[in-house]
């Protein structure tokens, strides 16, 4: 049985996710690459060999001939064409965030409880990826003690979706909030965030987050939209007995020139690429099985939720408490 699979954003995102299944995700025929440009879903789908291009998203999920959904579009649409999905009731992988706001992201999960189906999964796809794994499983292991703290960092070369103030926090950050959140196993109670002053452009300035969770581990993120160096994500988890650091793929290390270094990559895809690959096969696994794989969209609206606390606690300096509603039965 093979999946008819619509692509709805031809983008960065849409373009690699496309690349992933037709190259190396078998099971899938693509059969839709829907983009608001058609010239951009005409030149991913001519690149992939799917069977279809379209421009109006509503009607590509609606479409009889697709069976399950990848949202790639921008943030914005994310919600609004998961409730499609939900509506047609067909499974659907929502890139990251499910929305920047809770309100929405409630709309969803009410949506999906009333279809009575776990239709929803969550681009949120470091929980595949092999070093965020292998430091979950040592730590359940108790090889490390008590998670104490997580020290995160985000840096990105420029910003890719403008420069708000509020993007780094809502649009970077959760992922760091969805994998702390999962690698401790604790809600977040808190969240004070800082900038540093003096940046020659303080919108894209870095900020740095302090969390608190329920169970007493403290989280520290740095996110940086605008570290021109190169996208380097980084993180260590302290516990009682021992830490343990993120390692990302490094291919080679070069001698040259009396130097000896390695190449930082200009964005996620090539740090991240194991866990895509790991976050769709699970996807597809999970439609044959119909047991749910990854982020759900309870876990969606609480990376919203820390990410709408931190916007406040950006605009008034002050530590900001996360708020959320009761987890429903149904994403028990
Ligand atoms: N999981 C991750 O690691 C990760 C990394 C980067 C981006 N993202 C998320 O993926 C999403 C896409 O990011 P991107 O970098 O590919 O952006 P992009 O700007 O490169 O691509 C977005 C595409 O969507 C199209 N589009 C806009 N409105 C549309 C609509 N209503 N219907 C259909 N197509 C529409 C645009 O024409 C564009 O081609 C964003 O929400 C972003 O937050 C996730």
């Known amino acids: 049985m093979t999946v008819r699979l619509a692509i709805i954003g031809a983008g960065i995102m849409g373009g690699d996710h496309a690349r992933l299944f037709a190259a190396e995700i078998p099971g899938v025929t693509l059969q839709t690459i829907c983009d608001a440009d058609a010239a951009r879903a005409r030149a991913v789908a001519d690149?992939?060999?799917a069977r279809h291009v379209a421009s109006d998203p509503e009607a590509a999920i609606r479409d009889g001939n697709v069976d399950a959904v990848l949202i790639a579009a921008p943030d914005p649409f994310h919600a609004p064409l998961t409730l499609a999905c939900i509506a047609a009731a067909?499974?659907?992988l929502c890139e990251k965030p499910l929305s920047q706001s809770t309100r929405e992201c409630l709309a969803v999960m009410e949506a999906e409880e009333r279809r009575g189906k776990r239709l929803v999964q969550i681009g949120f796809m470091r929980r595949f990826d092999p070093s965020y794994v292998e430091i979950k499983n040592l730590l359940a292991s108790g090889a490390l003690g008590k998670a104490l703290m997580f020290h995160c960092f985000h840096r990105n070369v420029a910003p890719a979706y403008g420069v708000q103030d509020s993007m780094a926090i809502c649009n970077s950050a959760p992922h760091e909030f969805d994998v702390a959140r999962w690698m401790l196993g604790s809600d977040y109670t808190s969240i004070s965030v800082f900038r540093p002053g003096g940046a020659n452009a303080?919108?894209?300035?870095?900020?740095?987050m302090v969390l608190e969770t329920a169970g007493g581990q403290l989280v520290d993120i740095e996110v940086n939209i605008s570290a021109a160096y190169g996208y380097d994500v980084r993180g260590e988890l302290v516990g009682e007995k021992g830490s343990a650091f993120l390692r990302a793929p490094v291919l080679a290390d070069v001698n040259l020139g009396l130097k000896s270094y390695s190449v930082y990559p200009e964005d996620w895809r090539p740090r991240f690429v194991e866990a895509y690959r790991r976050q769709n096969l699970a996807w597809l696994k999970s439609l044959a099985s119909g047991v749910p794989a990854g982020a759900s969209a309870w876990d969606?609206?609480?990376?919203?939720a820390v990410a709408e606390a931190g916007v406040a606690a950006l605009r008034t300096g002050k530590t900001v408490a996360v708020e959320h509603v009761a987890r429903p039965g149904f994403y028990a």
């Open 47 to 49: 690149k992939v060999g």
């Open 300 to 304: 969606g609206y609480c990376a919203t």
């Open 202 to 208: 303080p919108q894209s300035a870095p900020v740095f």
């Open 90 to 92: 067909k499974p659907v």
